[in-house]
Structures are given as C-alpha cells and as structure tokens.
C-alpha cells in the first residue's frame, strides 16, 4: 500500500512529507513534478457546466418543433415562436432587441430584468435559450407563462369557454409582468365585473374564496382597487365559520371549535400560530390575508353590526301628519339575526316584505322607505373610509 502523503508549504520549495515517519525528504522525482502540474492544470480548464445541459422538463402544451426560442422557468422548457411574442410583449421586444445589439436611446423601465435574463442567455443548436428565473416578487411562474401562452393561442375561444378563475389569475399576473395589454385588459374586466363597485348588486351568497382573492389582487394593482370594497364587504358577510375547504395547497382550514366567533379563529390561525392551522393540505382561505387586512375585517364587522341601531331608529318612525300622529314600528330583530354583517342587504329585505307597509300608514311607509335608502347608500359609501381605501391603493 503506497504511503500517503500532504503538501505543506516551505519557504524554499514545495515538497512531499512522508506522514508515517518524523522525516521530510529533500529530493522528488522529476517525472512525478510534471504529472502533477498537468493534473493541476487539467482541472482549472475544465469550465462549469453549462445550464443548458442540466435536467428540464418540455413543456407539454407548449413546445413547437419549428419554434426559433427557447424560455426556460424553473425546470419547464418552452420552445416558443419569437416573432408571436415579441409582437405582443414589449417587454419581450425589448429583451430581443439587446439581444440583436439594438438598445432604446431611453433606459428601458425594466431594464434590470431584462439585464437579468440576457446575462442567462446560451445557444443551443441555434436557438437562444433565456433562463426566465429572475429575482423579482411578482416574477410569474411556470404554471403562469404557460397560461399566457394558452391565452395567445387560444384566446378567441374565451368567448364562449372562459378559463377558470384561478387560471384568470395566472394570466393577469403573467400578462402584467410582460406587458400585454390585451390580456390585461380581459382579466382586468372579469375581475371588475365579478366585484361591481356598487351596493346594489351584491350576490345573495357570497364566495369567501372570491372575496379573499380579489382583496389580495386588489392591494397589489392599483387598476384593481375599486374591488376591495364589495370583496371586503363579502368577505365581512360570508358564512366564514360554516366554510367548507378545498382539498388543494391554495387554502387554508381553521380548527375552529363550537362556540367560536369564526373571524376571531381564523385570525389565530394565522402563520404565527402554528397550533391552529394547517392539516394537511386544506386551508382556510382567510390565513392568505395579511395580519392588517384580517384586523380591517374585525373593525368592519363591527361597524357594520352597528349600522342596525340607526336602521331601527329610522324603523321607528313618529307619523306628524294630521291624519295619523302615530308612532309607528315594525319587527326588524329576526331579520338583523339572519345578516347581522349585512345590513345593505337586510334593508334589502325590509323593503321587499309586503308586511313592512302593514304596520305603517301610507305617508309613514314612504318616509321609512326613503330613510332606508339613505341608510343602505351612506353605509355603502362610509365602507370605503372604515377601510382607508382611497383610488389607486395598492400598498
């Protein structure tokens, strides 16, 4: 068996030290010195390897064979047409474009992203592969890309055979991330639509999944603040604590017990608390807002149980007129019972039961009427101060 041996530094030379013996020898073969700095040489040449050689996964929808671009996002290879993308994206224009040594006499808004991606740039059998991961917080995933791409393909069938929410979502991220208007424009609409910005139109059972989202999309793009008014009054007046999760990594469940203000457990089961939430896979989806928008929830309910002492005295009507001179009142108890978060829609119902003029004379039933209205609009127009939501909010 050969004796090992270490290198150790002298301030003459350096040379082999037999390590079974207290003796250093003076003299190494001459042969044995030019081996070892051909090793040594050999092993600083080798270059790294290139990223284009490590393990991807092709993109199952998206890869064309006649593709003249090659996008990469995590371990997901795309191979896509260049021509479609940069006539759609500016921000993929631009990337080309300093790729071709064209650069704007201005400096390009995203410059740094893009500076990001071309220095990932490598060329494989011809076509340049762009290396998409870049550090930036709303860097559009994968999963995301590959919607856009559907969305460019196949957009005109939207139509008729919309995507699903959640898929919405991922191409309004991906579409404000590379700047394509269109798209923008789609999702953007179909999100305000889902939350008019008016309290006329509330849906009778609201989606707390919805509600949830579209406050998370409204802080983060100003082109969507006026969704977190109705998103947060849904959210205020959903059925939280009777919330059915779904088996998939978006959500979150509570172990709320019986008795429990369901708010006040989801609020403990935030991150912090790790006694109180996840099991599993199944999440309540109150536990994707952050602390400050779970605590405007809280003040909201509470400001909007309060609302009902100001419909009750507006219920409470002195009649003046000649005629009557009576002070008259109707049962609105049962109805606060059943919404107590929802007074726009309690009003509502007062005003559609055919037993509320009963127990009113005709001038009484109009004034009351009109008070009510008042009341439903003033509470939809102070929800917006309750929250601190001016135009624009995305912080």
Not at 24 to 44: L, N, Q, Y
Not at 250 to 271: F, K, M, V
Not at 372 to 377: F, G, P, T, Y
């Amino acid at each position: 068996m050969p004796t090992p041996r270490i290198r150790m530094k002298s301030c003459a030379s350096e040379t082999p030290v037999d390590t079974t013996t207290s003796q250093c020898h003076t003299t190494t073969s001459p042969s044995a010195g030019i081996k070892r700095k051909v090793e040594e040489d050999f092993e600083t040449s080798i270059p790294p390897p290139s990223k284009s050689q490590k393990t991807f996964t092709k993109s199952e929808t998206h890869w064309n064979l006649d593709g003249s671009l090659l996008l990469q996002i995590g371990n997901t290879r795309f191979k896509v047409h260049r021509s479609r993308l940069t006539s759609e994206s500016p921000w993929f224009s631009a990337l080309i474009d300093q790729r071709n040594g064209i650069f704007p006499e201005d400096t390009y808004e995203d410059q740094a992203e893009i500076d990001q991606v071309l220095s990932t740039v490598e060329n494989v059998d011809g076509v340049d592969l762009f290396f998409l991961d870049i550090e930036c917080s709303d860097f559009p995933d994968a999963e995301a890309f590959s919607v856009l791409l559907t969305a460019m393909n196949r957009g005109i069938n939207f139509v008729y055979d919309p995507p699903k929410r959640e898929e919405i979502v991922l191409l309004y991220r991906a579409a404000s991330f590379y700047q394509m208007e269109i798209y923008q424009t789609f999702c953007e609409r179909y999100f305000l639509n889902s939350f008019p910005d008016t309290g006329q139109m509330l849906p009778l059972s609201p989606s707390i999944d919805l509600a949830v989202q579209g406050i998370l999309l409204g802080r983060e793009y100003s082109t969507l603040s006026p969704i977190l008014r109705p998103a947060f009054y849904d959210l205020a007046r959903a059925p939280l604590f009777d919330y059915e999760p779904k088996p998939t990594r978006r959500h979150i469940e509570t172990n709320a017990g019986p008795g429990l203000d369901p708010l006040e457990s989801a609020t403990t089961s935030r991150p912090a608390n790790t006694n109180d939430i996840v099991q599993g896979e199944k999440h309540h989806p109150l536990a994707r807002l952050p602390s400050r928008d779970l605590i405007a929830l809280l003040d909201l309910q509470k400001r909007l149980s309060l609302t009902w002492d100001s419909i009750f005295d507006a219920m409470n009507y002195i009649c003046r007129t000649d005629r009557c001179r009576s002070t008259h009142c109707a049962k609105v108890q049962p109805i606060k019972t059943e919404c107590p978060y929802d007074p726009i829609l309690g009003i509502q119902h007062i005003l559609d039961r055919t037993a509320f003029t009963k127990s009113y004379c005709e001038e009484a039933a109009k004034e009351v009427k009109r008070l009510l209205k008042v009341e439903r609009d003033g509470i939809w127009d102070d929800i917006k101060d309750w929250l601190g939501i001016s135009d624009g909010d995305n912080i």
